[in-house]
């Protein structure tokens, strides 16, 4: 079965953006955010749903995943579903571009404040279910990753997909599937999952650490953080402002809640 992974987190990619826009209301606050938002545009694909299991699988593999790191994570979140990403996601897979958005605030969400998203994607000639495109053993897949990553040192090998799914902070997921086969001979189905936030570094995606959690705020259930912190009043920063933008890394980390991340 032909496939292909791509994966955005650390750098702005060029997409084939589709001929027919649908253009969002004027209130929506999608379109204002971005008039070219993922959530404006048409469908040129058709959904495929995904099951209540198959959106457990998902969110359990990825805590899996994360536990696992070696060397342990002092401030590994455990992974929670989120629908609005979800959404944009499934979108995404139905305008059957076959890369990422152009600009990040195209997959923005509103309610999280200028949170970056991440995203991983895998286009396959067959259809099959999301733990494909994570993990298969007849092709590459996101967690095979893996066997090319080493904590602290810099690769020429792909491993954005794996680093995306093991970033500390990355606290929210949403993904989505579509049928791409009336526009793509070669994919005929499109994976996407969002994340928020976006990973910040393929080397360090993660504080590591002798034992797991030393660093969570809270409660530590099968070596993943599991609650969000009380923010700090100045969100760790020197901003001015009465809240720094949720852009900066830093922010996320020490704002989660005002970040729109914890629910």
């Not at 750098?11 to 001929?19: I, Q, R």
């Not at 076959?98 to 994607?121: C, T, W």
């Not at 279910?129 to 993990?135: E, K, L, N, W």
């Not at 599937?177 to 994340?195: G, L, P, R």
């Amino acid at each position: 079965m032909a496939s292909k992974h791509i994966f955005g987190g650390l750098f702005l990619v060029l997409a084939m953006l589709c001929a027919c826009q649908a253009a969002c209301p004027a209130d929506s606050p999608y379109a204002k955010l971005s008039p070219s938002h993922t959530r404006c545009k048409d469908d040129r694909g058709t959904d495929i749903p995904l099951t209540t299991a198959d959106i457990k699988a998902i969110v359990d593999k990825h805590n899996e995943v994360r536990a696992a790191v070696s060397p342990p994570a002092a401030n590994m979140q455990k992974m929670v579903w989120d629908e609005d990403l979800a959404e944009t996601a499934a979108k995404w897979a139905r305008v059957c571009t076959g890369n990422h958005e152009g600009l990040y605030i195209d997959r923005a969400e509103p309610k999280l404040p200028g949170v970056s998203i991440g995203q991983n994607m895998a286009f396959s000639s067959g259809f099959s279910g999301m733990m494909d495109a994570i993990s298969n053993s007849f092709k590459k897949g996101w967690l095979d990753e893996k066997a090319d990553f080493t904590y602290g040192q810099k690769t020429s090998k792909a491993v954005g997909h794996y680093t995306q799914m093991i970033a500390a902070t990355t606290r929210l997921i949403g993904c989505g599937m579509a049928d791409c086969s009336a526009v793509d001979n070669t994919y005929k189905q499109h994976k996407v999952c969002n994340y928020a936030v976006s990973q910040s570094s393929y080397v360090t995606p993660y504080t590591k650490a002798s034992s797991s959690c030393s660093a969570c705020p809270g409660n530590c259930v099968n070596k993943l953080c599991d609650g969000c912190p009380v923010d700090k009043d100045d969100c760790g920063t020197w901003w001015q402002y009465p809240f720094p933008p949720c852009r900066y890394p830093s922010v996320v980390t020490n704002c989660p809640n005002r970040c729109g991340l914890c629910g």
